[in-house]
Structure formats: C-alpha cells, structure tokens
C-alpha cells in the first residue's frame, strides 16, 4: 500500500503524542503474523498507509500493546452489552482503533486527544459514528458534551501514566462527579516501571521513552483510587495476560506468585454509585478481561496471569 501520510506530516509529534506510532507498531505487527492472537485490520491499514520507521525508533515488536488492547476490548464490549447505544469516550485515542474493532453499530464513540494528534488521526480513521475532539483530555471540556444522566464509560489506555499523579486523580474524580453514571477504565504501571522511565528507559538509540512520573503497585490500587475520589464506589484491578517479549516468560513465571504479581502492569475499572444499576448479561460487573478471568465485584480483586507493562 502507498502511504497517505508523509514523515513531513508527523513532524508535529514529540514527546507524549509520538508514542501513539508505538502501539500501533506493536498491534499491526501482532496482527500480521501467521500465529496471531489479536486481529486488527484497521490498524494494519493505517500502519502500513504511515510513511515512518517503526523499527529504526521502537525497535522489533513485542505482543505488549495487542495484550492490552485485547484486555480494553473484553472489557468495553462487556459495557457495551449491557449499556446498548450509550456513549464510549477514548481520551488520548491517538491511532488506537478500538472503535472499529469493538463496534456493535450502535455506539456512539468519542476520541480525545491533542490537536496534533487528531490532525495525524482524522484522515485515517472516520466513521459516521465516530466523532474527535482536538483538545486536553484534562481540561474536561469535553465532558461538557455528555449528558450527565446517562451511562458513559471513559476509557484512558496509555494515558494517565505519562502525567502528574495528582492530574490523573483529578481526571478521574471528576469524571465519576459529573457523570454518576460513568465507568472509567485506565492503566497503571508498577512503581518500579516508572522508575524506568524517569531514569531514562530507551526502546532503541533513536527513542526515548516520556517519563511515567508515578506508578502503583497491584495490592495498592485499590486504596489509592479510593483517595483520589470518595465517590469511587467500584473499582477492580486486573493484571495483563501473558504476551510476547524478552520479558513475558519472566513475567509468566512472576504471577503465579502473590508476592511478585503486583509489581506488574494492571487495567483498573472505576465505578460511581449510579453505574452499578444496570441490566443485562453483565448486570453488576465492574470488569472483565480476557477469557476465563474473573467478574470482578466489591473487595475483589483479579488473578489474570500478568506480562510485562506496556507504555501507551
């Protein structure tokens, strides 16, 4: 396929907003191989239409970012199926392409990013029902355009992480304030991952990696959310799935024990009160992710085998 996107038209990104080119890297390449475990043809069109040296800065890819977006899309078509026709928000969507691959022809989606971001977005991933708004996620205008009294579940995949800790708890507060209704599904990174970054973590010579200023570890998830926001009424840790990598045999062998499994990447759901009275085939559940993890209710936590975390 000719690319439609030039290297000239990336020259906009840096720092946070060039690391939507990472995942895309990982999720296309995951999804072209012969053994796949994820499919994503959405996203290889629009991998393969980006003139751009993915190996040169990403180095080769690792299963990561398939991981997580397989764990995102359990968990978001769950939501769907018990909220039919309610809106889906992608705050920092970048060239994710979850909407296509979780689409049930109802759902109205909303993407979120910076504005050069949704300028490199725009012409490659439109749909009638798929509408983006340039601006910062964290300035919270567009909550202004969700009705308050409606069921809406805000996901943050590769996000939160890259900011201010205090700026993520704010976010999310205010989320689960101004929409009772509202689940919020996010990413965290352990502590010692952050550290990583914070100290300079190099995917290759080309590319570095933006600081992750916090992370959290597995059995501190919980409490930690509850201190960001009083009003958290739910919440649910998950840990990754197994995955491709120099890491992810370390890591298969790290979650079978209590004691290390929370130094791993999680997905954490938050509910407010209003969110809970639902109904339908998953009536009551916080999240799910992946097959055979658990339903996750109040005091409960996952025990999903864990990989490697995974930058946005």
Same mark, same amino acid.
């Given at each position: 396929?000719?690319?439609?996107? %030039?290297?000239? $038209?990336?020259?906009?990104? %840096?720092?946070?907003?060039?690391?939507?080119?990472?995942?895309?890297?990982?999720?296309?390449?995951?999804?072209?191989?012969? +053994?796949?475990?994820?499919? !994503?043809?959405?996203?290889?069109?629009?991998?393969? %239409?980006?003139?751009?040296?993915?190996? &040169?800065?990403?180095?080769?890819?690792?299963?990561?970012?398939?991981?997580? $977006?397989?764990?995102?899309?359990?968990?978001?078509?769950?939501? @769907?199926?018990?909220?039919?026709?309610?809106?889906?928000?992608?705050?920092?969507?970048?060239?994710?392409?979850?909407?296509?691959?979780? *689409?049930?022809?109802?759902?109205?989606?909303?993407?979120? *990013?910076?504005?050069?971001?949704?300028?490199?977005?725009?012409?490659?991933?439109?749909?009638?029902?798929? &509408?983006?708004?340039? +601006?910062?996620?964290?300035?919270?205008?567009?909550? +202004?355009?969700?009705?308050?009294?409606?069921?809406?579940?805000?996901?943050?995949?590769?996000? =939160?992480?890259?900011? +201010?800790?205090?700026?993520?708890?704010?976010?999310?507060?205010?989320?689960?304030?101004?929409?009772?209704?509202?689940?919020?599904?996010? *990413?965290?990174?352990?502590?010692?991952?952050?550290?990583?970054?914070?100290?300079?973590?190099?995917?290759?010579?080309?590319?570095?990696?933006?600081? @992750?200023?916090?992370?959290? *570890?597995? !059995? &501190?998830?919980?409490?930690?959310?509850?201190?960001?926001?009083?009003?958290?009424?739910?919440?649910?840790?998950?840990?990754?799935?197994?995955?491709?990598?120099? =890491?992810?045999?370390?890591?298969?062998?790290?979650?079978?024990?209590?004691?290390? &499994?929370?130094?791993?990447?999680?997905?954490?759901?938050?509910?407010?009160?209003?969110?809970?009275?639902?109904?339908?085939?998953?009536?009551?559940?916080?999240?799910?992710?992946?097959?055979?993890?658990?339903?996750?209710?109040?005091?409960?936590?996952?025990?999903?085998?864990?990989?490697?975390? %995974?930058?946005?």
């Amino acid at each position: 396929m000719t690319a439609i996107l %030039s290297s000239h $038209a990336l020259a906009v990104l %840096s720092g946070i907003p060039e690391t939507m080119l990472w995942p895309l890297h990982n999720r296309a390449q995951e999804a072209m191989r012969p +053994d796949r475990t994820f499919d !994503d043809p959405v996203g290889v069109r629009v991998y393969r %239409s980006i003139d751009y040296d993915y190996r &040169r800065n990403f180095g080769a890819p690792d299963g990561s970012h398939a991981q997580r $977006a397989q764990l995102f899309d359990g968990a978001v078509k769950d939501w @769907m199926i018990a909220h039919p026709g309610r809106p889906v928000v992608e705050l920092g969507c970048g060239l994710e392409t979850q909407f296509f691959r979780c *689409d049930d022809g109802r759902v109205p989606w909303i993407g979120v *990013d910076v504005p050069p971001a949704i300028a490199v977005r725009t012409p490659l991933l439109r749909h009638p029902r798929l &509408r983006h708004i340039a +601006d910062d996620a964290f300035a919270l205008r567009w909550l +202004d355009t969700i009705d308050p009294a409606t069921p809406i579940l805000v996901t943050a995949q590769g996000l =939160l992480m890259y900011f +201010d800790e205090a700026k993520a708890a704010a976010l999310v507060h205010a989320v689960l304030i101004r929409c009772p209704k509202a689940t919020v599904l996010f *990413d965290v990174v352990p502590r010692w991952f952050s550290g990583l970054t914070r100290f300079g973590l190099r995917k290759t010579p080309h590319y570095r990696s933006p600081r @992750m200023p916090w992370g959290l *570890d597995g !059995d &501190r998830i919980e409490a930690r959310v509850r201190r960001w926001s009083p009003v958290a009424h739910r919440i649910a840790a998950v840990p990754y799935g197994p995955t491709r990598g120099g =890491l992810g045999a370390v890591c298969r062998v790290a979650a079978r024990f209590a004691g290390l &499994r929370r130094f791993l990447g999680h997905v954490v759901a938050v509910q407010s009160a209003g969110a809970t009275a639902t109904t339908g085939p998953e009536a009551g559940s916080v999240l799910r992710l992946g097959p055979g993890s658990a339903r996750l209710g109040p005091g409960t936590r996952g025990t999903h085998p864990t990989c490697e975390p %995974s930058a946005r």
